[in-house]
Structure formats: C-alpha cells, structure tokens
C-alpha cells in the first residue's frame, strides 16, 4: 500500500472560489489522498456570491478542515508530512503574505512551511490586471518555490461550458502536485 499523499487546499477571498471548492471535489475520488482545507474569513461572501454556498458547504469534501486562525494546527509545522499545498484562488493579499513571509493566519503560514520544506506550493492567483507590486510578489514568490498558477482557460480542449473551464484547470493544478488526474481533454498526441 502506497503512503498516504496528504495536500493542503487554501481558499481566500478572491474570485473564483469554484477552482478550490472542485480541486477538494476531485481529490475526495483519489484513493491515496487526504486533503486538508483551510478557507480565509474574507472567503465567506465570495463562496455566497459566486456559489451561493457557505464556508461549511464549500470544505464538506475535505478530509479535515482547520480554523484559519489556528497557527498551531498540524499543517502549520514541518514536522507534519504534506505532499503539497495549493491556495485556489489566491488573493493579492494571501500572496503578499506569502512572498514576506508575514505568517499571520493559518493559509499563509501553511504556505510559508511547504516552501521552507520544498515541498510544492500552487498559487492560482486570481486577479488582472496585474500592476508591478503584484508581478514583485508573485516573482518572490516564484523565486522561494512556489508555482504561480492563473487559472488562464485553455481554448484548445473546445470548452463546452465554464466547468470544463475549470475542470481542465484543476486537472493541471493537481498535475503540479503530480498527482495522476484524467477529466480533462488534454493536448492531443501527435499522429504520424
């Protein structure tokens, strides 16, 4: 039996709540994963407005769920196996607070440890455009290990609906934590 592949789900309060709220969805049906969530107070009115859904609703697929208050729950130390982390969607904010280093709530604290552990960090950063402050934290970022990930719609897997959208988006999220997903279209192999 294969270890037990534990991923971190952030959710902030940036648009496109869905991309966290499906990443947590997919991962329920992957055998070896457990998944722990952690979603921001700020996240309450865009889970409200984007899915009419409340905080409760949108982690009742996560395995464990912790307060995003909670700087001492187990994701918070190094100490505690992750095979990843992923912030969908990750507000300016949350990156900010990343890319300083400034571990004041549990989603950027959790953060701030995968990358001390070089363990993979996926931020789908949600927010265009993007000014010069916004392009020097995602390079920080970046530089510390993180990947920045905007959830950018690929066109060629002719989408019949924002789901697929999306879908095909967090397929390429989980392929950042190499794990193994197939719901999406993906580039079709080349014909001789």
């Avoid at 994963?33 to 984007?50: D, F, M, N, P, Y």
Wanted: one cysteine or more; charged letters at 25%.
């Amino acid at each position: 039996m294969s270890p037990l592949r534990r991923v971190v789900v952030g959710i902030t309060g940036a648009s496109g709540s869905v991309f966290g709220t499906r990443l947590l969805e997919i991962l329920q049906g992957v055998a070896d994963v457990e998944t722990h969530a952690i979603v921001s107070k700020g996240s309450a009115r865009t889970l409200e407005l984007e899915l009419g859904i409340t905080i409760d609703e949108a982690v009742a697929k996560a395995d464990v769920v912790h307060d995003d208050e909670d700087l001492a729950a187990s994701v918070a130390s190094g100490s505690f196996r992750v095979h990843g982390m992923v912030v969908a969607p990750c507000s300016i904010k949350a990156l900010s607070g990343i890319a300083n280093s400034y571990d004041d709530t549990l989603i950027i604290r959790a953060a701030d440890v995968r990358l001390k552990e070089r363990q993979p960090l996926v931020l789908v950063l949600r927010e265009t455009p993007l000014h010069r402050g916004h392009l020097r934290l995602a390079s920080m970022a970046a530089d510390a290990g993180a990947v920045i990930f905007p959830p950018v719609p690929s066109l060629y897997v002719k989408p019949r609906s924002i789901g697929d959208l999306i879908d095909h988006s967090v397929m390429r999220i989980c392929d950042q934590l190499g794990i193994e997903t197939e719901f999406s279209p993906r580039w079709p192999e080349e014909r001789a």
